[in-house]
């Protein structure tokens, strides 16, 4: 988009977190980079300031700061449900705060503000700021959490077996990827489903979504959402910038990029299962003791991002596999000789999936993982889905996902043609949806222009 006469200053509040993080600094960029008169000031705890120090921005987004006001990054997984109360409850007021003194500097144009953040659309309204909302997870999630009130009852006097042949389709349109299993899983975590209600309703009183996905992907999702919403939609996925670094034990974040690429370097083309459980999600020991030997048992190469795992799981690779802390993942995915990714299917790394051309092997732990799975393997039909393969006691055994790994990752068979051709004609679509013309290309051309021509403008902020 041409630079408008009038420039734009927006203020962006990512969910404090890397899975959103992430997708919010990506969302920066492609802001900035379309608009030359467009400025972003990204707002951050002091500790997330100090953990980003080493990304490297345009100079056109800067960093401002609120106290440390939520638990520790490194440690929130031992209370999760405390750091979600607390970027609930904690987190808002030294916001507003902020928002008030860069106010007095620059009236900001807009906010662009992670839904999960409950207190934003508000905080946006009391100061007549128009709020754009960034929901960093599929379109398909976004609508089944909006008819939240649709769901099927389930309990656990309901045989899960048949509940996985039910699809969510029936009471919520457009969700046929979506089984009644999955509510059932999705009911039981009762905090995240309270906030993601309140998040969902709130997100009606928004002037605008953005969508991290792309049309190409979720016609269905994206073109209902559109049809639903009271606000403008605009997809303007999929991003495509480097992660930041994982955060490990004692704080190393050494990374040995010479060695990732002379070993890469040295496999057969597609011949690599790359293998990244992400940066914050969990398994029993005993699940990722049965992973570690169904790797190994395959007999598939491997190269595994495995955080503080890494050096134990040298060793136990051998001469197949390399175990390595951090890399630039999607670098690995686009190496030539990787032809699969085992993942737990956050949707940054099923975006980068995409993007690559890769088909996955889905391990998915937790929300809207369970769905990223299913579209992967059932609607895309780019993956196999392991929930498919648990045991009686919900544990994927060794022989599962040796078994599993081998059909991924075998080039000759009918199943392995089929998912990398499909694979191959999402990554075509991806890289399309951000060319010029593109969908997502005008997608966000049509945000930037109707928020300079003040469309998105809230005419009354009430009192």
Known sequence: MASTAATAYVVALPYPGRGHINPMLAACRLLVAADSALAVTLVVTEEWHALLASATLPDRIRFATIPNVLPSERGRGADHGGFIDAVCHKMGKPVER??????????PSAIVADTYL???VEAGARRGIPVCS?????ATFFLALYHLDLWPLVDGS????????????????????????????????????KIAAQALTDVRKAQCVLLTSFHELEPVAIDRAAELL??????????????????????????????????????????????????????????????TMGLRDSGVRFFWVARDEAADLRET???????????EQQKVLCHPSVGGFLSHCGWNSVLEAVCAGVPLLAFPVVWDQLVNARMAADEWKIGIDLREHRGE????????????????????????????RRAAELRHASRSAVKEGGSSHRSLNSFLQDLAEGKLDITEAPR
């Not at 960034?134 to 599929?138: D, G, H, I, M």
């Not at 992660?243 to 083309?269: M, T, Y």
């Not at 690779?317 to 890399?327: I, K, S, T």
């Not at 055994?397 to 990398?420: F, K, Q, T, Y």
């Open 98 to 107: 902020l928002l008030d003194r860069l106010a007095l500097e620059r009236r």
């Open 118 to 120: 409950t207190w934003a």
């Open 134 to 138: 960034l929901w960093t997870q599929p």
């Open 158 to 193: 309901d045989p899960e077996e048949g509940l996985n042949f039910k699809s969510l389709d029936e009471y919520v349109p457009g969700l046929s990827p979506l089984r009644q299993s999955d509510v059932k899983i999705f009911r039981a975590r009762e905090q995240p489903l």
């Open 230 to 291: 009271p606000c403008p939609v605009y997809s303007v996925g999929p991003p495509s910038v480097p992660r930041l670094p994982l955060l490990f034990k004692g704080g190393d974040n050494e990374i040995h990029d010479e060695e990732h690429r002379e070993w890469l370097d040295a496999q057969p083309d597609n011949s690599v299962l790359y293998v990244s459980f992400g940066s914050y999600v969990s398994m029993q020991p005993s699940q990722f003791q049965e992973i």
């Open 317 to 327: 690779c051998g001469d197949r596999g390399l175990a390595v802390p951090w890399c």
């Open 393 to 420: 006691d919900g544990t994927v055994s060794r022989d599962a996902i040796s078994a599993a790994v081998r059909r991924l990752m075998d080039l000759d068979s009918g199943v392995g043609h089929e998912m990398r």
